[in-house]
């Protein structure tokens, strides 16, 4: 990671990591080329400390991503973390995201802004991950990439950007298939991604942003248990194969981002965007399980439409003397509309109508941030944002025993945040933050209970307390970042019950995670570098509280670890590149460890903790206007037998999802510039 890298998240400015008041780690495009496929964000981010980002080897289901424990929880998607994509949201309004729609190859750069700071984005903003897409430069560019590799795995790539005048462009398309590791786990996915930059005048930028996912057919083979994971780690489960367990999602999406200099000291921003998300998921629900009048089938599909829009005003001025102040002002509302079914799976097939709603949600928030510079030493920042979430469905399937379920739930929370920066010398800089975060139910979550129909509405919102201290430091081409944090949540948002791929959520009173994350990186001279990236994570129920319901009803002790939480995980690199040798080469070592997850809230069992080491190596050839980039990859280079993720609290104990046993991947990129 270089030292020098440009950020935006913590401040919504263009600044140093050095300098941002928060912990805040990115990676760049020359990494998220050679960290894999670039098909999956935990490719690239496990070189990030303070952040947990497991590959199912499902992509019916997403990636888990979590920060500092927050998102943990979930089975499908991405909760308690904000995603971000070139201004525009990716996380829905009710705190809901999803990752798979992100075109990582014509991917500038990634950042992660952990801690405090990352509340004033909002609900569910444990953590915030925000993409920026490259721009046309001045020679026209054109590119094109092939990748192969272990379980039918083949990925291909074209890329073409300019810029000309006032204008800018980058289009990019790419295709992705894989057969899967696991029986019935085949997928193909393809994206279009279009950027245009506009500079409408000295004071007036416009960004507009088009983005096209479609994932016609991905196979869901479901969890494993313990001994079917010791026995065979490649194999299905039988309901996956009768029911054809699977997902299929289309999703245009379009926005802009606009920027105006009102003067030199004041800027004027907004955004607006909408998109359609269209579903069809088929679960692993046994026949029998679906005839009850209240039950909503196994094949869930909505048509999505959601749109937004946002205006802030930015102000920098001087207090006093050597006072400098800014003050950010903001509003933002999105909307959310499901057309919503549930239909009886019937062997894979489609049958009688159980479900048929319409699901809407609101979103409006105030933003209010202010910043100052006393001097040369010292700095801080204050904020609040105000949050109002209201979640209303309109049930249109009333049946002989299937009441009505029409209803409506508001949660409304303040996120206030307080921090301090102290510049102790040149290359050391120290901070620290406290905040209140607050996150409400998504609607995927309240849409079931264990024993009744409707909206969960017994859900609250959780709220939590965060307080965080961090140093950086850099000198002589070291960097190194360090912080330490502690984090108290009331109502903490649990998995309840997870049947046949349909979860129920719980409060579960009071919880505590603290934790230490530490980011090294090394330039070493002769071409030699290192990175590594350690995150250590205490996190545990303080209350005991009683999971499930019925016959299934299990006490959940106080001390108790959280589920889908790694205590420990780390990442660390030895590379070497040097210059103008062997045609650009460039070669690491990379150990990944994944510390032990325990699979549910009464800790039952856990998968066993594992260290990964994977090998790459590239070249880079260029040949006047034309460059040639191939790279190999051998991952899990010792074939270690592990588990990559856990779908928390599931209710017949498939709680294990296998990693891949040693894989490779071969690529290569052509790259013209005219």
Avoid at 254 to 263: M, R
Avoid at 436 to 456: H, I, K, Q, V
């Amino acid at each position: 990671m270089p030292v020098d890298t440009i950020v935006v998240s913590a401040t919504r400015a263009e600044t140093r990591i050095f300098d941002a008041p928060a912990a805040i780690g990115a990676v760049g495009a020359d990494t998220i080329s050679i960290a894999g496929p670039q098909v999956n964000l935990s490719e690239s981010l496990s070189r990030v400390a303070g952040i947990s980002i497991l590959n199912r080897q499902n992509y019916a289901q997403d990636l888990q991503l979590s920060i500092r424990g927050f998102g943990a929880r979930s089975t499908f998607g991405v909760r308690g973390v904000r995603l971000i994509v070139d201004g525009i949201p990716a996380t829905m309004p009710d705190g809901q995201g999803q990752a798979s729609s992100i075109a990582l190859s014509s991917a500038a750069r990634i950042e992660v802004l952990r801690g405090p700071l990352a509340l004033l984005y909002g609900n569910a903003a444990g953590g915030v991950v925000q993409v920026f897409t490259q721009s046309g430069g001045p020679l026209p560019t054109a590119s094109g990439s092939f990748a192969a590799g272990s379980f039918g795995l083949r990925r291909e790539d074209a890329t073409f950007s300019m810029a000309s005048g006032e204008h800018a462009f980058m289009f990019d398309v790419s295709r992705f298939d894989t057969d899967g590791y696991r029986e019935h786990s085949a997928a193909t996915r393809e994206i279009a991604n279009v950027k245009w930059d506009w500079k409408a005048s000295a004071r007036t930028h416009v960004v507009g942003v088009v983005n096209l996912f479609d994932q016609p057919r991905a196979q869901d083979p479901l969890g494993l248990t313990r001994a079917q994971w010791e026995q065979d780690p490649r194999q299905v489960q039988p309901i996956a194969i009768q029911n054809d367990t699977r997902k299929s999602v289309r999703q245009p999406q379009a926005g802009a981002v606009i920027e105006h200099a009102l003067d030199d000291d004041t800027t004027l921003g907004g955004r607006v965007y909408f998109g359609e998300r269209h579903l069809d998921n088929a679960l692993g629900v046994p026949l029998a399980a679906q005839l009850p009048p209240t039950s909503s089938g196994g094949i869930v599909a909505f048509d999505r439409d959601y749109q937004g829009a946002a205006l802030q005003l930015d102000r920098r001025f001087r207090v006093a003397g050597d006072v400098a102040a800014r003050l950010l002002a903001g509003l933002t509302y999105d909307r959310m509309h499901d057309d919503r079914q549930g239909y009886i799976n019937n062997n894979g097939q489609r049958g009688a109508l159980k479900r048929n709603e319409d699901d809407y949600v609101d979103n409006t928030d105030a933003l209010l941030q202010a910043s100052a510079d006393f001097g040369e030493r010292w700095s801080a920042i204050a904020g609040v944002r105000a949050t109002r979430v209201k979640f209303d469905t309109k049930d249109h399937f009333i049946a002989p025993g299937n009441p009505d379920d029409s209803g409506t739930i508001e949660y409304r929370g303040n996120n206030p945040v307080l921090g301090a920066t102290w510049r102790a010398a040149e290359g050391l800089h120290v901070y620290a933050n406290l905040g209140r975060g607050f996150e409400t139910p998504t609607f995927t979550e309240l849409a079931y209970r264990n024993d009744a129909s409707g909206l969960n509405t017994a859900l609250q919102a959780s709220t939590s307390r965060h307080a965080e201290i961090g140093a950086k430091w850099r000198g002589a081409g070291q960097s190194l970042d360090v912080a330490a944090y502690d984090i108290r949540t009331d109502n903490e948002l649990v998995v309840d019950q997870n049947v046949g791929g349909r979860s129920t959520f719980r409060n579960a009173g009071r919880t505590t995670r603290t934790g230490l994350e530490l980011q090294h990186s090394g330039d070493w001279g002769a071409g030699w570098s290192t990175l590594l990236a350690v995150t250590a994570l205490r996190a545990r129920f303080d209350e005991a509280f009683t999971s499930g319901s019925g016959s299934a009803a299990v006490p959940v002790n106080a001390g108790n670890r959280l589920p889908g939480v790694p205590e420990r995980n780390a990442y660390g690199e030895i590379a070497y590149a040097p210059r103008g040798a062997w045609g650009g080469l460039n070669a690491a070592v990379e150990v990944v460890y994944l510390g032990r997850l325990y699979v549910d809230d009464v800790n039952s069992d856990s998968t066993p903790a594992a260290t990964v080491v994977n090998l790459r190596a590239g070249l880079r050839y260029r040949f006047g206007a034309l460059e040639i980039l191939p790279l190999l990859r051998l991952d899990n280079a010792t074939d270690r037998k592990y588990v990559g993720s856990v779908i928390v609290n599931e209710a017949n104990k498939r709680f294990f999802e296998p990693a891949l046993p040693r894989n490779w991947m071969a690529a290569i990129t052509g790259r013209y510039r005219f």
